[in-house]
T-cell receptor
Framework: SQTIHQWPATLVQPVGSPLSLECTVE??????LYWYRQAAGRGLQLLFY??????ISSEVPQNLSASRPQDRQFILSSKKLLLSDSGFYLC???????????FGPGTRLTVT | QKEVEQNSGPLSVPEGAIASLNCTYS??????FFWYRQYSGKSPELIMF????GDKEDGRFTAQLNKASQYVSLLIRDSQPSDSATYLC??????????FGQGTELSVKP
């Protein structure tokens, strides 16, 4: 069966510090991968999605970036965090050609 | 740009009652719909999906599609306190993406 991991689970970072969040999927090959952010009490905002290694599409302009160095690894990064980057970051995957997405446990980021 | 709208709630129902959650969508051509449940502080989990060929029942959950009025409903029979969560509706968009509604918070009172 497929599983998705995210780490860290929680993170507190000062404004201006860098960020690296990691997501890995097990039990499948060539998945579509997604990064979402959920602000407190808000809906899901799609940040990036990837259909393959090195293929990243950005949905919203921001100071975040994403990379996919391996088939089942998706990384979300920032060089300098802003207060507005605080939120719940969720990684999700889907099979190629299908819309059903499964979410990882998420990373709760607080920028102070 | 496709849109998905949900009443943010909270929707409060007594234990044992039927909870009815609605989601409206803008694209008349939408063919499939997904319902996710999100407990406070947790990630969303898929509980139901429905395609354009009719209603779907799974245990205490029923998804109903009204294409003429462009809304999809999730009914929860015999609601339990453990059903208290935020329910997110989603419709497919191009490129394998989903568009999510803002979610409806459900509170089931014992």
């Amino acid at each position: 069966s497929q599983t998705i991991h995210q780490w860290p689970a929680t993170l507190v970072q000062p404004v201006g510090s860098p960020l690296s969040l990691e997501c890995t999927v097990e039990g499948t090959s060539n998945p579509n991968l997604y990064w979402y952010r959920q602000a407190a009490g808000r809906g899901l905002q799609l940040l990036f999605y990837s259909v393959g290694i090195g293929q990243i599409s950005s949905e919203v302009p921001q100071n975040l970036s994403a990379s996919r160095p391996q088939d089942r690894q998706f990384i979300l990064s920032s060089k300098k965090l802003l207060l507005s980057d605080s939120g719940f970051y969720l990684c999700a995957w889907s099979l190629w050609g299908q819309y059903e997405q499964c979410f990882g446990p998420g990373t709760r980021l607080t920028v102070t | 740009q496709k849109e998905v709208e949900q009443n943010s709630g909270p929707l409060s129902v007594p234990e044992g009652a039927i909870a009815s959650l609605n989601c409206t969508y803008s694209d008349r051509g939408s063919q499939s719909f997904f319902w996710y449940r999100q407990y406070s502080g947790k990630s969303p989990e898929l509980i139901m999906f429905i395609y354009s060929n009719g209603d779907k029942e799974d245990g205490r959950f029923t998804a109903q599609l009204n294409k003429a009025s462009q809304y999809v409903s999730l009914l929860i029979r015999d609601s339990q306190p453990s059903d208290s969560a935020t329910y997110l509706c989603a419709v497919p968009n191009q490129g394998g993406k989903l568009i999510f509604g803002q979610g409806t918070e459900l509170s089931v009172k014992p």
